[in-house]
């Protein structure tokens, strides 16, 4: 796709988050991952806190720029880098720990082990168990449906989220929760998916 991140769009951006002296040159930082894959952004965002992040929707949209939301790379599907503006969510770290109903409200950029470090205290830990857990953000395991070397026994990133405050594409802000009703947007997907089944499920995987 065809886009020009124009002078204004940048200086949009660039109002927005936090300081970015501390990591250098971000154009190359965040232009890989994991993967052999090397993209060359455009733009990259470090946001401060979750206000931030619909005013990047916003000025993306208005300036069809592709945005891609990041967390510590660690993917190895490539799925961290892309043309545009990427948006760091490294710094959206809170975590509250509920030990009566056994759950935690975490930011994207919560890093695996200091949740599990968190929920140890009540006895508790989230079971996906990454490799890259030291690093790896419970943002990018949602979106990458990471799994760990017990995910047999624990499951995956999927099957251990109860609910999700997401934002879409046009910056609604929807609660997605396994115990309510499917929202309307989300109704056109799973007519996808049931509709080509027989190509998901062998092309696919479990996974």
């Known amino acids: 796709m065809d886009f020009d991140f124009s002078l204004e769009a940048s200086d949009e951006v660039l109002a927005i988050g936090a300081s970015r002296d501390q990591l250098g040159d971000g154009l190359a930082v965040f232009g890989d991952d994991q993967t052999v894959r090397i993209e060359v952004i455009e733009q990259w965002l470090l946001a401060a806190d979750?206000?931030?992040?619909?005013?990047?929707?916003?000025?993306c949209a208005r300036h069809g720029i592709p945005l891609t939301m990041r967390g510590a790379g660690t993917s190895l599907a490539g799925q961290?880098?892309?043309?545009?503006?990427v948006v760091d969510c490294s710094r959206l770290r809170g975590i509250e720990v509920d030990a009566a109903s056994m759950t935690a409200t975490v930011g994207p950029g919560v890093v695996l082990d200091d949740l599990n470090r968190a929920a140890a205290a009540h006895g508790l830990m989230f079971g996906p168990d990454v490799a890259t857990g030291s690093r790896a953000t419970l943002g990018g395991m949602i979106?990458?449906?990471?799994?760990?070397?017990r995910a047999l026994a624990y499951g995956r990133t999927s099957d251990n989220?109860?609910?999700?405050?997401?934002?879409t594409?046009?910056?609604?802000?929807?609660?997605?929760?396994?115990?309510?009703?499917?929202?309307?947007?989300?109704?056109?997907?799973?007519?996808?998916?049931?509709?080509?089944?027989?190509t998901i499920r062998p092309e696919f995987g479990r996974f």
Do not use: W, Y
């Open 143 to 149: 979106g990458n449906n990471a799994c760990g070397s």
């Open 50 to 59: 979750a206000d931030d992040l619909p005013l990047a929707v916003d000025a």
């Open 161 to 167: 989220v109860r609910s999700l405050t997401v934002m």
């Open 169 to 198: 594409a046009e910056g609604q802000i929807v609660e997605l929760d396994k115990a309510a009703p499917t929202h309307d947007f989300v109704r056109p997907l799973e007519q996808l998916v049931a509709g080509n089944l027989a």
């Open 80 to 85: 961290a880098v892309g043309r545009g503006l």
